[in-house]
């Protein structure tokens, strides 16, 4: 029986969407009937700011190998880990999860030379490439051309979280961990601009996805600050309690765009242009206000989302994956 590892250090208590996501991937993988660890610092850690009860070994332990038997493991690495790709025994076979194209290219001290990285990506001892968006997947297609599978897995919403809500508060959210001077710039604009005295825009930083679901399930209106992006879960979340959805989609958010614009929910606007916020905020809240999109169409938009970034989706696109890592 193959057992998996996936690389998850340093430990750190900052919410971090990425690290949860690794958590679910391992709880996918054990439900399918594998063993799998997280690789951490600390076997004892947790980020505290989700739940979760995945199995741990240290890192030390790991890359001494004691116990493993190379024959019988996977080890799942994150992209961004590609530059020390080659400390890893070259007898195991290894995963590159690859959760923000974005991210490909970034080394721990700036650009890393793409051709090094294409040679990284094509090893032998990598059997294949995960990734969680559209987007991520074609573009890894493309750039890889045939050398290694690319398999897409969908990211799950979670649903104890983020559920369909019909009643809004007054209330405009967005997170400020990425393009943080953005939405500094944007929130003023927005405040001296167009904000009526009855709204308030509120920042979700280093909340529990308790609390962040909680700002949501209120939120009328959420402003996505994420680029690059590699799918954009805040964005989903958003989607799922019947949200509008106005800003970037770092590319990665792209499919979760498309989708809730159909229902007149969504409003990308172009990486920088932050003069375009206060308008778009505007038609929302007109919309709003005079009830443009129906609650039907809010209420379908939100339950399409759940459907498709479910847990059982996620399980089932892992499951294809894993079953590729025959091939």
């Not at 890893?88 to 700036?110: A, C, D, E, R």
């Not at 929130?187 to 962040?212: G, Y």
């Not at 799922?240 to 990308?268: C, D, K, N, P, W």
Request: aromatic share 12%.
């Amino acid at each position: 029986m193959v057992t998996f590892f996936i690389a998850c250090q340093p430990d750190t208590k900052k919410p971090i969407g990425g690290v949860k996501q690794l958590h679910r991937l391992a709880e996918c993988i054990v439900e399918l009937g594998y063993q799998c660890y997280l690789v951490q610092d600390d076997p004892n850690f947790h980020p505290g700011w989700f739940r979760s009860d995945v199995k741990t070994v240290a890192g030390r332990d790991f890359n001494l190998g004691r116990d493993i038997d190379p024959r019988n493991t996977v080890l799942i690495l994150p992209e961004t880990y590609v530059e020390v790709l080659e400390r890893y025994p070259t007898q195991i076979l290894k995963i590159i999860f690859n959760q923000n194209m974005g991210y490909t290219f970034t080394g721990s001290k700036g650009l890393l030379r793409p051709e090094a990285v294409h040679q990284l990506y094509c090893r032998s001892d990598v059997r294949a490439i995960w990734c969680v968006s559209d987007y991520d997947f074609a573009a890894l297609s493309t750039w890889l051309h045939g050398a290694k599978p690319v398999f897409r897995i969908v990211n799950a919403i979670d649903s104890e979280y983020f559920s369909y809500e019909d009643q809004k508060d007054k209330l405009i959210a967005y997170m400020p961990r990425k393009s943080r001077e953005h939405s500094v710039v944007v929130k003023h604009l927005v405040e001296k601009q167009i904000l009526p005295a009855d709204w308030r825009i509120t920042p979700l930083n280093d909340m529990s996805a308790d609390e962040v679901g909680s700002y949501l399930r209120r939120a009328s209106i959420f402003l996505s600050f994420g680029h690059p992006e590699g799918f954009g879960l805040p964005v989903a979340e958003a989607l799922a309690t019947g949200a509008y959805v106005i800003g970037y989609t770092g590319m990665g958010a792209r499919e979760l765009f498309h989708q809730a614009g159909s229902y007149g929910m969504a409003y990308e606007i172009e990486y920088g242009d932050w003069f375009s916020f206060p308008t778009a905020i505007q038609a929302a809240l007109t919309a709003l206000q005079y009830n443009t999109v129906s609650r039907d169409d809010k209420e379908r938009l939100a339950y399409l989302i759940r459907s498709r970034y479910s847990r059982n989706t996620m399980l089932e696109t892992v499951r294809q994956a894993v079953a590729g890592l025959a091939g």
